[in-house]
Nanobody
Framework: QVQLVESGGGLVQPGGSLRLSCAAS????????MGWYRQAPGKQRELVAR???????NYADSVKGRFTIARDNAKNTVYLQMNSLKPGDRAVYYC????????????WGQGTQVTVSS
């Protein structure tokens, strides 16, 4: 049974930092591309960052230079380090595990709220 559990969200002031964690179970974690997505109120869910099984990363333009995605295969965990947070970063952040190709798995966590406000 697949489970992705996010943690680390909360309320921070503009300019602050948070680190999100996503612990995966029930999948062969090492072969999955892991991603972080976010959905703000009234907006579509968007890709924030992803990291492949080989460690390649990419980021949304809006977060490039501020956010860093990393994975620890020994712990079956992917992280999102968020620095210099802005009010526009406020959203529910979701962890995703995907196995590209036909028949590949695609799984989502329940999300963790990030609020950037004074």
């Amino acid at each position: 049974q697949v489970q992705l559990v996010e943690s680390g969200g909360g309320l921070v002031q503009p300019g602050g930092s948070l680190r999100l964690s996503c612990a995966a179970s029930g999948i062969r974690f090492r072969i999955y591309t892991m991603g972080w997505y976010r959905q703000a109120p009234g907006k579509q869910r968007e890709l924030v960052a992803r990291i492949t099984s080989g460690g390649s990363t990419n980021y949304a333009d809006s977060v490039k230079g501020r956010f860093t995605i990393a994975r620890d295969n020994a712990k079956n965990t992917v992280y999102l380090q968020m620095n210099s947070l802005k009010p526009g970063d406020r959203a529910v952040y979701y962890c995703n595990a995907a196995l590209p190709g036909s028949g590949g798995g695609n799984y989502w966590g329940q999300g963790t709220q990030v609020t950037v406000s004074s």
